[in-house]
């Protein structure tokens, strides 16, 4: 957190701190354009870049994966066989025809069309109940991963999936958890492995020792 402004002479000292820098600043600027323009030691005296090397910097390394369609998430996981029987008995819209759920989309296995991240939520506090990874394959969306022990969350991070478990002690409103797991998943070999793993404690005392991770 920054201080307060300090005193009359601090601030002076300060300004005329500034005004050397810029001034300094200022100097660098004008040397390093006239060394550009007279052709002695400037940068320009390497030459265009080879067109070889351009091409090669440009060509992206892998086709990026394909945005698909908008996906219907709700007959998604209804028919999904990985899906609990409870899960798919509290999937009932909260308002007219709006389900709770999040749909985000992302690659996460490597394939031509991105994945599809489904969190499934209560309609009152939205308390994740069930989160669930697809993949295309062959044209249809397979269940990747599923993790089921509410409340839970998951999410595209650069690449990985990140889910988010939190912790409720006895007496803790839903608005306020005691802590949480944060696990990172990477896709090898057919499935996704645990990467990482931290629990963020919002307020035991300290030495207690975290809560066990509930199962996915």
Known sequence: MRGLTGPGSARTRSTARAAIAATAALAAVVLFTGGCGTGGTGARDEGPAHADSVASAAAPS??????????????????????????????????ADEYPVDVSYGNLTGGTVDDVVVNVLTCGD????????????????????????????????????????????????????????????????????????TYNDYGQVAGAEPPPMPDS
Not at 69 to 93: F, G, I, N, Q, T
Not at 137 to 147: I, M, S
């Open 126 to 197: 939205p308390v994740g109940v069930g989160s669930y990874v697809y993949r295309d394959q062959g044209g249809a969306y397979v269940n990747a991963f599923t993790a089921e022990e509410p409340p839970v969350y998951a999410e595209i991070d650069r690449g990985d999936l990140v889910v988010t478990k939190q912790v409720y002690d006895r007496d803790d409103p839903v608005s306020n958890p005691s802590g949480e797991h944060v696990i990172t998943y990477r896709w090898a070999s057919d499935r996704f492995d645990e990467e990482y793993h």
């Open 62 to 95: 892998a086709s990026p994966a394909r945005t698909p369609d908008r996906v219907d998430a709700v007959r998604l996981v209804k028919a999904d066989p990985a899906v609990s029987a409870e899960v798919k008995r509290e999937l009932k819209p909260c308002v």
